[in-house]
């Protein structure tokens, strides 16, 4: 990929010239206006909140998350050891190329947009979707909203923007479903949050068509630090899409995302995610919604490609009625992680769950599902479904499953199913007899055990989704 | 006219030698059937043909138009017209059989050529029809809870659609009630024609009622022992594999 040389945009004056800044070893020829240089302290939050020109209230928070995050051990008696190997005083925490995002791909500067094109974005805007956001680093290249949906109520903008603008409603749900405390990588996150995106839909608005978001890291020795808050008014309705990528470097990536979701009553919000990092991505995020009553909350996390990736989307099912769904793929090839689950808290009688998680190992890969439902003694009506399926390509690949299911009193009720099925050499003999080549037979198999969950997949994703696999089969192959 | 021409083929499993000198050449058009008893080496004959990884072969050739296949992987073997409908199919679950058709069929066209997927589905309905097959059936994923006689229907089918030079046919009657048997064959006796070569592995005289081969092979600790006409298939159901042994056992004397 040619590396992006030149950057316009507004030119805003560096804010804080005593950071050095030649410690960031560039890889790629980006100007970036906006470096808070190597390695974590106050004087990178300094940094960031200056760039961003933020209100004292959320300095006070992000300084609070960093103390929070430094007094927090790795939670590496049950996650990976493989947790140690961040150095985060190598981490570059924000880079920026400007403050304001392009309203029309025109404008975004040509590298920047040429990656996009790449990626597919301007033309999967055009045809289906209701807005973008396209994040570049730290901070959004491009954003836009269609003028219907605008008209109609729809704030859909980046965190720094909504910051800025809509303070009101940001500061009231920002932090409640995650605080900064809830783990090191959520405070983390809390102190250095930047660019994600943040949306509100009115009362009874149901936005006909998805939002999407895209994350592209850039920069080597980067750490992408999105937080997204989505809140969806009584009756309201939105399905939002994020994809995610960044190139293959030599050195650990770091992506450790906070998103927060709030269905308010009779609200229904869908998350997709089509995640495709490279292989040295520490992709560590906490993603939890809260469903208020008869409101529905659903996941649908696929995640492809990273080093390490410890995910559990979750509901908080708080109001009568709620309804929380999972709907998991995890592919892990060589080398790779895929430690994702979910989880289901129900807090309040009739509320339902669903979760429904898919894991491939490929190689030497290795995949972890990880998952917690809990329905406490004093309610009641309350139901919980939880299948678990993995595929092993080969003999050397490697799954988990750790279920934590507590569902108490009589008068709920859980059903739980796990299998590990394998891909065996006859069933590639017998595809490949039919003509195809030994990388087509495996990924015609990883998409055939995948397939009744992709079906429920809006199309755009589930073609997208099939071609990541093929890819990764492609590569998988010697 | 293409030749499959099988050259004093020697394959092992592992350190075990299963067939031990094979010559055999069949020309498009011909149906030739090998019988045996169990164990001799049939089906490891035509795995090792259509190029099963786990079947080595450490003598002799196997020549499609004169050129060698040994070293082609199995897909490209496929490709070039060779056809293996399996004794036990693979269930592929979650793969319709139509999307397992076309992306076999795909695979045969040449990079940037598209596939006409009207005409595609057009053919599978047609070829369906032919062998009696219910249009519901494309629906369900490859072999996954079929019964026998369905198993046997799928692999004819994409023999249909694939239209290979030449088909070897591994015990396609074992597990086959007689209705199954009888539309099975009828869909071979459909294909069967100048541009189809069959080679036909059984244990049963059975099948050979209703595929009738031009050519009866009788097979025997990994050589092919005995070469006629059907009537060899005939004489062979009269007198049991015994007759064999003991005609061996004569000549080695």
Redesign the interface.
Known sequence: MKPPTELSGTTVDNPVIGIDQSKGDFQYDVKYEFDAGTGLSERTIDYISAAKKEAAWIKEFRLNALKVFQSKPMPTHWATKDLENINFDKIRYYLASGQKPKRSWDEVPEDIKRTFERLGIPEQERKFLAGVEAQFDSEAAYSNIKDLVAKQGVIFCNSTEALREHPEIFRKWFGKVIPTGDNKFSALNSAVFSGGSFIYVPPGVKVAHPLQAYFRINAENFGQFERTLIIVDEGAEVTYMEGCTAPKFSTATLHSAVVELVALKGAKIQYITVQNWANNVFNLVTKRGLAHEEAEIKWIDCNIGSRLTMKYPGVILKGRKARGEVLSIALANDGQHQDTGAKMVHAADETTSNIIAKSISVGQGRSTYRGLVHIPRHLKGCKNNTECDALLINTNSRTDTYPAITVRGDLNATQHEASV?KI????I??????????A??MS??V??????LARQFPMEYSVELKRLIDLEMEGSVG | MSLLEIKDLHISIGDKPIVKGVTLTIKQGEVHAIMGPNGTGKSTLAKAIAGHPDYIITDGEVLLDSRSVLAMQADERARAGMFLAFQYPSEIPGVSIANFLRAAVQSRMTEGEELDAAGYYKRLYAKMDMLKIDRKFTARSVNEGFSGGEKKRCEILQMAILEPKFALMDETDSGLDIDALRIVADGVNTMRGPGLGVLLITHYQRLLDYIVPDYVHVMWDGRLVKSGDKSLALELEAKGYDWVKKELAAATV
């Open positions: 099925s065996n050499e006859e069933m003999f017998y595809m490949q007899q039919r003509g195809l080549t030994e087509q037979a015609l198999a998409n055939g055990f995948i397939n009744d």
